[in-house]
């Protein structure tokens, strides 16, 4: 499965290619690398998310979606270039990341488990005047009715759906440019992700950009606009969900044949 | 005699729950026992006799001074120190121990030289004149209106929130843009101020205090230390009746068991010892900084 695992050298050694980033790249990273000691996670991985996608990052375990998801948002140091909004990540700082809209709604969802949906709600908003946190709140509420039923339940007692729910309603009341959801889908049950794939719409309506990392590729090719396969830390495939549902490695290895 | 002694417990518990208050805000928020706390406490009433002792200020100065510094260790120690190692337990045990340890050789040093008599005589009597219960009736006041600010804060300010938001989750504050960095920092400062308040309190009603104060009976160190494990780590509410129940036992202890005055350090224990056999979570068990 190790596809062609191209002259890692060779691209380390490249000078950055000096092309501006079009106008409308929300989230752009170019010769991205991570390591986590002398572990690799991204091998100079370049991608672009453009304004009003759904991008979808997809791919096994351990391919490095959900080290991207945490270097984009400001959690993780990083060579080569990752920008949002033209802006290099490391230099506006994760706190300022998320006050410029980039929200991320991270794999373990991090809830404030012992408060209840309405307090983990407004918490969403902390950077909010109060006025946006109603309406992003009302907006919440008619979007996953689960959690206006819920609106006083314990974060930690809620089942792994509602709990998905709410991480990413607590993103939603950031009032987010571009929207991170790092495996929003993994280990629900498929009632579960028909309502989560109901909210991309209204979602999208709104003019949030969304970039969904999924080992669920069914999920990620229903849904997003465009796709990027990642795999040992680089990007090995790239297409909308037609041109890859045509392709034999991805329908191979991803699809069952 | 049991009506005396129910009054003096419900003072001295006032005191103790002060004593507490910041070792738990520090548990509660960074997940971190801080066993500087100590010296934050001597540090407060240090300053309070360099003021009012030394300098002959009112004792309001120096209990302000107490406050503030405490307060600036409070925060010193956390921005030159803890936010380092914040992700090593172990290591920052030992560090607040080693700092807290500092502090009171400093106490320790500076005190001898400068006042070669050790108590810090600090009469703290606003309501009726110089008597011991005007002190009492003071520090069970602050103490509740203190504690209840502190409560309110918390609790209801978008700051407050974000204290328990980092105490609960500090990934998950940081995801809803809460600077964890801020609110930890903010932390320490109250922590700092509320150790260096109830230090003056401490040395106000014991008359004095010296560079051990806050491991000689009652033990403010050992005393915090087993109001939060009873309250609950990390609970305000937690550690007020913590501070209760030990300072009504204690009280009680001293004052019916036979050769009772011998005990006041050790019955915090003994309670601390059966809570954490029986009852580990405490009585307000991980309910955060609520």
């Known amino acids: 499965m190790s596809a062609d695992s191209t002259d890692d050298f060779e691209s380390e050694f490249q000078p950055a290619t000096d092309t501006q980033p079009t106008p409308d790249a929300v989230l752009e990273a170019e010769d991205l690398s991570v390591s986590y000691g002398k572990v690799q996670a991204l091998r100079g991985l370049d991608l672009t998310v453009r304004e009003g996608e ?72 902390y950077l909010q005047d109060d006025a946006v946190i109603e309406e992003r709140k009302e907006f919440v509420y008619d979007l996953f009715p689960r959690l206006d039923e819920r609106r006083e339940q314990n974060a930690r007692s809620m089942s792994g759906g509602e709990q998905q729910m709410l991480a990413i309603g607590r993103a939603l009341m950031g009032d987010p440019d571009l929207l991170i959801l790092d495996e929003p889908t993994l280990g629900l049950a498929p009632v579960i992700l028909k309502d989560i794939a109901e909210a991309f719409d209204p979602i999208q309506e709104q003019g949030v950009t969304i970039m969904l990392t999924e080992q669920n590729v069914t999920f990620a090719l229903k849904h997003a606009d465009r796709i990027y396969l990642l795999e040992n830390g680089d990007v090995v495939r790239e297409g909308t969900p037609g041109e890859l549902k045509g392709d034999d490695y991805i329908r191979e290895s991803y699809l069952g044949g | 005699m049991v009506l005396d002694t129910i009054l003096s417990a419900t003072f001295i518990s006032a005191l103790y729950a002060v004593i507490a208050i910041g070792f738990t805000l520090i548990f509660g928020v960074g997940g971190i026992l801080n066993f500087a706390h100590g010296g934050f406490i001597t540090l407060g009433a240090f300053s309070a006799y ?170 403010p160190l050992v005393l915090s230390f087993a109001i939060v494990i009873l309250g609950g780590l990390g609970s305000i509410k937690g550690s007020v009746v913590g501070a209760y129940i030990i300072g009504f036992f204690e009280t009680f202890t001293v004052t019916f068991a036979p050769g009772g005055s011998q005990l006041a350090g050790i019955s915090s224990l003994v309670l601390l010892l059966v809570f954490l056999l029986v009852k580990p979570e405490g009585l307000f068990g991980r309910e955060a900084a609520e």
């Open chain 2, 50 to 219: 360099i003021a009012s002792g030394y300098f002959g200020l009112p004792i309001f100065v120096g209990l302000l001074a107490g406050t503030l510094v405490g307060a600036a260790v409070g925060g010193a120690t956390y921005m030159g120190v803890i936010r380092y190692v914040r992700t090593r337990p172990v290591t920052i045990l030992i560090l607040t121990f080693v700092i807290g340890f500092f502090m009171m050789y400093f106490v320790r040093v500076f005190g001898r030289e400068i006042l070669k008599i050790d108590p810090l005589n600090i009469p703290v009597d606003p309501v009726i004149g110089s008597s011991s219960f005007g002190n009492d009736v003071f520090i069970f006041a602050t103490s509740w209106l203190l504690i209840g600010a502190l409560f309110y804060f918390v609790n209801y300010t978008r700051t407050g929130r974000a204290i328990i938001a980092v105490s609960m989750s500090d990934k998950g504050a940081s995801l809803v843009g809460i600077d964890s960095e801020r609110i930890n920092l903010i932390t320490w400062v109250l922590a700092g101020a509320f150790a260096g308040y109830a230090g003056v309190l401490l040395a106000g009603s014991l008359g004095g205090g010296s560079w051990l104060m806050s491991i000689e009976p009652p033990a």
């Open chain 1, 54 to 125: 759904i991008v979808s990052l997809i791919g096994p375990n351990g391919a490095g979606k959900t080290t991207f998801a945490n270097t984009a948002s400001g959690f993780l140091p990083y060579d080569g270039s990752v920008r949002y909004r033209d802006q290099e990540v490391s230099s506006v700082g994760q706190t300022a990341l998320v006050e410029q809209g980039m929200i991320h709604c991270t794999e373990k969802r991090d809830l404030f488990g012992y408060m209840d949906v309405e307090d983990n709600l407004e918490l969403g908003g």
